[in-house]
């Protein structure tokens, strides 16, 4: 990789426009934030810290800092250019090694750290042998699956902004910084759960495409933390920062909601779902797993055609079918167990063909990486239970931004297995199925959801979401309100 790439990746260095600098610090000014002190904590060539310096005018100092000394040379360069701007300091410091309590004890008066902290998240900076990374500690407190299956992978600037909070919520102060929107969200409950004294909270979301060629959603977060006033968790959400209507936003039930106006008109559906959704299967190894039909057998994904047994073989749709209501496409998937753990070697007897593959292919499926695999018996799958083998699913895909519910019948007699990007519900009867799909169609509980979803999220979907419907609350207030006739 190129060094000067490897860097960038490393630092996550999205230089901010001096144009958005300014129009940021212009919103704050009219926010009515007066700083003292304005900190500049990752100042790159000085965007923030020459706008801070300009818009902020009554400030008393403007502070940057800034661990790459090429960055901070160009910007002493800019200074010069402005010679009024005597009031500017500059300094060279590593975020994650200086003592921020001790720097900002000296500090009077009100203060405001703003910025743009580096895009990147740690596991990207373990690919590349990164090393510009927070101390090691387990600051999400996650343990077990979630620590094995990936969530504890965490962007930089996540971790940056807890410990600028932490620094500051003993005095009081303002943060404005330009983030990721999922790690705004993060921040913000974080904020919450570990009780700072957040006093007001906004998130306006920016252009990141336009201005920094990024296709991520991203916004300017904004907390003022003042330990001496009454601590609010909501928080109102802008479209831009032109906007002055925003929707709130803040939790509920022990829900984050993504609109609570919508929510508290559908709030009583909040409960459990009378059945569980599930994810669909779970096996690390398509090319191996799965097979499209053709005129002489399987083709795999290594397109090996195979003679294999119909035992273990069942219809496969994917993310993509659901999603975009497409036809089954001829896919099956190899379901090697019907629990999870469940022993594997009765397929030896079973369908004879379909163990020789498996043996044949042990190298791949043996090398498949999570921990997960490691402790369960040889050729092992996950996502399957007695609710896996019901022939008719409600489906829905994860990671489409639109709440599209889907039947999905038996396919040649046999339950049709999903990907693990799909929800399902399961049932034994198209009646019962059907039911189900016009509860979760009905105008209460596609509000309920919709105000639970943030539309913007990589998988916006999630089980945790929908397992929070309880649609059989649907008929007892029809219930209610019949008796009322």
């Not at 790159?44 to 661990?67: K, M, Y």
């Not at 109102?236 to 508290?264: C, M, N, Y």
């Not at 019948?409 to 009867?429: H, K, W």
């Amino acid at each position: 990789m190129n060094m000067d790439r490897k860097k960038r990746i490393e630092f996550g260095d999205f230089q901010t426009p001096d144009a958005l600098a300014v129009q940021v610090c212009e919103y704050l000014k009219a926010q009515g934030l007066r700083p003292d002190v304005v900190v500049e904590p990752t100042c790159g060539v000085g965007a923030f810290v020459l706008a801070a310096a300009q818009v902020f005018s009554g400030a008393r100092e403007v502070l940057g800092l800034e661990i790459n000394a090429a960055y901070l040379d160009t910007l002493r360069g800019k200074l010069q250019a402005s010679p009024t701007l005597t009031h500017v300091r500059l300094e060279q410091a590593d975020f994650f090694s200086a003592d921020w309590s001790a720097r900002t004890r000296g500090l009077t008066g009100r203060l405001l750290v703003v910025g743009n902290f580096p895009w990147v998240t740690n596991a990207a900076l373990g690919a590349i042998g990164g090393e510009n990374l927070p101390e090691k500690s387990n600051f999400l407190g996650l343990s077990g699956f979630d620590a094995i299956s990936g969530k504890a992978n965490f962007d930089i600037s996540e971790s940056m902004l807890l410990e600028v909070l932490r620094w500051l919520a003993p005095r009081g102060g303002d943060v404005a910084m330009l983030v990721k929107t999922t790690v705004a969200r993060k921040v913000l409950a974080h904020a919450q759960r570990l009780r700072q004294p957040v006093a007001d909270a906004r998130m306006v979301e920016i252009d990141a495409k336009k201005h920094f060629g990024a296709s991520v959603d991203a916004c300017l977060l904004v907390i003022r933390l003042d330990p001496t006033a009454s601590t609010s968790y909501d928080y109102t959400v802008f479209a831009s920062l032109e906007d002055r209507q925003g929707r709130k936003v803040g939790h509920r039930q022990g829900l984050i909601v993504s609109d609570l106006d919508a929510f508290e008109s559908c709030s009583y559906l909040v409960g459990q779902s009378p059945q569980k959704w599930r994810s669909g299967i779970k096996h690390d190894a398509s090319a191996i797993m799965e097979f499209t039909r053709g005129a002489e057998g399987f083709v795999n994904g290594l397109g090996e055609s195979v003679q294999l047994e119909d035992a273990c073989l069942y219809p496969l749709m994917k993310g993509s079918d659901i999603g975009s209501d497409k036809v089954w496409r001829n896919k099956f998937v190899l379901v090697t167990q019907r629990a999870v753990g469940a022993d594997t070697s009765p397929i030896r007897a079973l369908a004879p063909r379909t163990w020789a593959y498996l043996e044949a292919h042990a190298g791949q499926l043996d090398a498949r990486a999570s921990t997960i695999y490691a402790k369960n018996p040889r050729f092992s799958i996950f996502g399957v239970g007695d609710y896996a083998f019901r022939p008719w699913r409600i489906a829905i895909c994860g990671l489409y931004k639109a709440l599209r519910f889907r039947i999905v019948a038996p396919i040649e007699g046999r339950p049709v297995m999903f990907d693990d990007t799909v929800y399902y519900l399961s049932f034994d009867t198209q009646v019962q199925a059907l039911q189900t799909l016009a509860d979760l169609e009905s105008e209460a509980a596609r509000g309920l959801l919709s105000s639970l979803i943030f539309w913007d999220e990589k998988r916006p979907i999630k089980t945790s979401i929908l397992n929070v419907l309880d649609w059989s609350k649907l008929h007892a207030d029809m219930q209610r309100q019949a008796a009322l006739i």
